[in-house]
């Protein structure tokens, strides 16, 4: 049973700092892509970071940039998401995802998702 389990979310103040966690499970973790994405009320679903299946490239939305910083352990099943200088904006459901990029058909898994809110 394939299972994505996010944790790390809460409240926090503007400028402070958090630490979401994915613990991965059901799959081969170390052959998929990870990322996380978030989502405000009233606001599609977007992308805010990603790593590959090694390691050895991240991407970050253009809005994170220099605050938030993924990794993983292949080891561990683990994909982190340290976020740093949050701001108010930051507040929203992240969810973790996994991607393989299959012929004819990705295959894609998701977390429940845990609430991050940046507020004083």
């Known amino acids: 049973q394939v299972q994505l389990v996010e944790s790390g979310g809460g409240l926090v103040q503007p400028g402070g700092s958090l630490r979401l966690s994915c613990a991965a499970s059901?799959?081969?973790?170390?052959?998929?892509?990870m990322s996380w994405y978030r989502q405000a009320p009233g606001k599609e679903r977007e992308l805010v970071a990603t790593?590959?299946?090694?390691?050895?490239?991240?991407k970050y939305a253009d809005s994170v940039k220099g605050r938030f910083t993924i990794s993983r352990d292949n080891a561990k099943n683990t994909v982190d998401l340290q976020m740093n200088s949050l701001k108010p904006e930051d507040t929203a459901v992240y969810y973790c995802?996994?991607?393989?990029?299959?012929?004819?058909?990705?295959?894609?898994?998701w977390g429940q998702g845990t609430q991050v809110t940046v507020s004083s």
């Open positions: 995802n996994a991607l393989f990029n299959s012929f004819p058909t990705p295959v894609k898994y």
């Open positions: 059901g799959f081969t973790f170390s052959r998929y892509a």
């Open positions: 790593i590959t299946s090694v390691g050895g490239n991240r």
